[in-house]
C-alpha cells in the first residue's frame, strides 16, 4: 500500500509518544548524507533518540563505506547538486533493500519528481518539524511512499498529459485494475494526477459533480488505493494506461 501523509505538517518540536518506536521494537540502521554543520548533528541525536541508529554521518555518497548496510539512507539536502551527480541512482545500486528518504526545498518541484523517478520513497522539506520527520520515516519503513501533501498538483502535467514518471516499469504489463479502467475514469485519473478538484473536473467534461464522484470512487476502487491522492501517486508509479479502443460504428 502507499501511504501518502505527513509531509510539512508542522506540529511541536516535542516528540509525542505515538511517533516513538513500540518497546522492543528492532533499531533502523541509517547512513546520513547530507552537509556537515549543527542542523546534521542535532538531526543525529533526533535518529538517536527514536529507534533510528545512525551507522555514520557523511557529506557526499562518495565517503561511504562499500561494507555499510543500512535499512535507511537519508539526504538531508536533496538538490540540484545530487541530482547531477545521480547520487540516489547510487545509493539504489549499493543498498538495493534499503529505504530512500530525501529532505528538499519544497518550491522547486523539479527535486521532489526526479527524486521520486529515481526510486526515494519520501521527498519531505527541508524544514520539516522533528515530529513529522520521525512519523514519515516510521510510515516509509512499513513499505510506504510519503509525501507532503501540497506536492501532488506538481506531480503531473496539464491535464490529460498527466506524468508518467514510471520509466522503468514504461513496457511492463499493465498494473492490477488498469485493465477495468473506462476511458473516462482514465480521463479522470489523468485530472487527479494533475490535483483537480472535482468541481474542475466535471466543468472540463461538462458533467455533474455528482458523477465525477461516482467515477472517482470507481476508481479507487478498482486501482486498489484508498484517496485520491494515493491515486495520484499510483499514477506516478504506473503511468497512466492507455485508453482503451472505442468501437467502431458499423
Same mark, same amino acid.
Given at each position: 500500500?502507499?501511504?501518502?501523509?505527513?509531509?510539512?505538517?508542522?506540529?511541536?518540536?516535542?516528540?509525542?509518544?505515538?511517533?516513538?518506536?513500540?518497546?522492543?521494537?528492532?533499531?533502523?540502521?541509517?547512513? =546520513?548524507?547530507?552537509?556537515?554543520?549543527?542542523?546534521?548533528?542535532?538531526?543525529?541525536?533526533?535518529?538517536?533518540?527514536?529507534?533510528?541508529?545512525?551507522?555514520?554521518? =557523511?557529506?557526499?555518497?562518495?565517503?561511504?563505506?562499500?561494507?555499510?548496510?543500512?535499512?535507511?539512507? =537519508?539526504?538531508?539536502?536533496?538538490?540540484?547538486?545530487?541530482?547531477?551527480?545521480?547520487?540516489?541512482?547510487?545509493?539504489?545500486?549499493?543498498?538495493?533493500?534499503?529505504?530512500?528518504?530525501?529532505?528538499?526545498?519544497?518550491?522547486?518541484?523539479?527535486?521532489?519528481?526526479?527524486?521520486?523517478?529515481?526510486?526515494?520513497?519520501?521527498?519531505?522539506?527541508?524544514?520539516?518539524?522533528?515530529?513529522?520527520?520521525?512519523?514519515?520515516?516510521?510510515?516509509?519503513?512499513?513499505?510506504?511512499?510519503?509525501?507532503?501533501?501540497?506536492?501532488?498538483?506538481?506531480?503531473?502535467?496539464?491535464?490529460?498529459?498527466?506524468?508518467?514518471?514510471?520509466?522503468?516499469?514504461?513496457?511492463?504489463?499493465?498494473?492490477?485494475?488498469?485493465?477495468?479502467?473506462?476511458?473516462?475514469?482514465?480521463?479522470?485519473?489523468?485530472?487527479?494526477?494533475?490535483?483537480?478538484?472535482?468541481?474542475?473536473?466535471?466543468?472540463?467534461?461538462?458533467?455533474?459533480?455528482?458523477?465525477?464522484?461516482?467515477?472517482?470512487?470507481?476508481?479507487?476502487?478498482?486501482?486498489?488505493?484508498?484517496?485520491?491522492?494515493?491515486?495520484?501517486?499510483?499514477?506516478?508509479?504506473?503511468?497512466?494506461?492507455?485508453?482503451?479502443?472505442?468501437?467502431?460504428?458499423?
Amino acid at each position: 500500500m502507499i501511504d501518502f501523509q505527513y509531509g510539512t505538517a508542522r506540529g511541536a518540536t516535542r516528540l509525542p509518544m505515538q511517533a516513538r518506536p513500540h518497546p522492543g521494537a528492532t533499531t533502523i540502521t541509517t547512513l =546520513l548524507i547530507g552537509a556537515a554543520g549543527l542542523s546534521r548533528d542535532g538531526l543525529v541525536r533526533i535518529l538517536d533518540a527514536h529507534g533510528y541508529a545512525v551507522l555514520d554521518s =557523511l557529506e557526499t555518497a562518495a565517503e561511504i563505506d562499500p561494507g555499510s548496510d543500512p535499512a535507511l539512507v =537519508l539526504l538531508t539536502d536533496f538538490g540540484p547538486a545530487q541530482m547531477a551527480d545521480g547520487t540516489i541512482g547510487l545509493l539504489r545500486s549499493m543498498f538495493p533493500r534499503a529505504r530512500i528518504v530525501v529532505l528538499t526545498d519544497m518550491r522547486d518541484p523539479t527535486t521532489f519528481r526526479y527524486a521520486l523517478e529515481m526510486g526515494a520513497q519520501a521527498c519531505l522539506d527541508h524544514v520539516t518539524r522533528p515530529v513529522a520527520l520521525i512519523k514519515s520515516l516510521n510510515v516509509v519503513m512499513r513499505g510506504n511512499i510519503v509525501m507532503p501533501m501540497g506536492a501532488v498538483p506538481h506531480l503531473g502535467g496539464d491535464g490529460a498529459q498527466a506524468v508518467r514518471f514510471s520509466v522503468q516499469n514504461a513496457g511492463a504489463e499493465m498494473p492490477p485494475g488498469a485493465r477495468a479502467l473506462s476511458n473516462r475514469e482514465i480521463e479522470i485519473l489523468s485530472c487527479l494526477a494533475d490535483g483537480q478538484s472535482n468541481k474542475l473536473i466535471a466543468r472540463r467534461f461538462a458533467i455533474a459533480e455528482a458523477t465525477v464522484k461516482i467515477h472517482v470512487k470507481g476508481i479507487l476502487r478498482k486501482i486498489n488505493v484508498q484517496n485520491r491522492t494515493q491515486a495520484a501517486v499510483w499514477v506516478l508509479k504506473h503511468g497512466i494506461p492507455r485508453l482503451p479502443v472505442r468501437p467502431t460504428a458499423q
